[in-house]
């Protein structure tokens, strides 16, 4: 059963300021003591939200969750542009300063979402210009030739080692 919002506010009130003991508010109250102790260790300037263990345990975070969110759209953003970058690049793009944040918290974080043990591509990545480029190609080729153009017009046989023209195409 949840308690009221005047009742807690009343059993902090008196056991807090009023200097009544824990068994008096409890009676005063129509609460138990349990509960009376729980709602006096409250901080009532959070509105009773006090913060859990886990959250004030250890080292305070060095990315905070804005800084998270920047380097997410830089990954983005950089793989459009460039295709290849590096940790510090990524910083540099977050606007992340070296000093208070270094390269391993990074690295951690990376991993942390996913982007881990992943191999640099040789070959650029397709721009929007190429892809474009590509379609008005792909449809030339629809167009303007048959379905078999790869394989009775083109005038040499491509292997892995070279190529040998055709004697007779």
């Known amino acids: 059963m949840a308690i009221i919002h005047k009742t807690k506010a009343l059993v902090y009130y008196l056991s807090r300021f009023q200097g ?17 102790w729980r709602i006096r260790k409250m901080d009532m300037s959070s509105n009773g ?5 886990r959250e004030t345990r250890g080292r305070p975070r060095k990315l905070n969750k804005r800084q998270e969110r920047k380097l997410r759209r830089s990954i983005q953003i950089l793989r459009e542009r460039e295709g290849n970058f590096t940790i ?4 540099e793009n977050a606007c992340i300063c070296r ?32 892809m474009k480029k590509r379609r008005i190609f792909e449809r030339r080729m629809q167009n303007e030739y048959s379905h078999d153009v790869w394989t009775q017009d ?7 080692t070279g190529f040998a023209y055709k004697r007779n195409p």
């Open 99 to 130: 000093k208070d944040v270094s390269e391993s918290t990074i690295s951690r974080f990376l991993n942390k979402e996913g982007y881990y043990y992943l191999q640099a591509r040789k070959k650029g990545l397709l721009t929007k210009a190429d």
């Open 88 to 91: 510090k690049r990524l910083m």
């Open 49 to 53: 939200c006090k913060k859990t263990r």
């Open 20 to 36: 009544l003991s824990i068994r008096e508010v409890a009676r005063e109250c129509n609460v138990s003591r349990a509960t009376v």
């Open 154 to 160: 083109i005038a040499f046989y491509l292997d892995g």
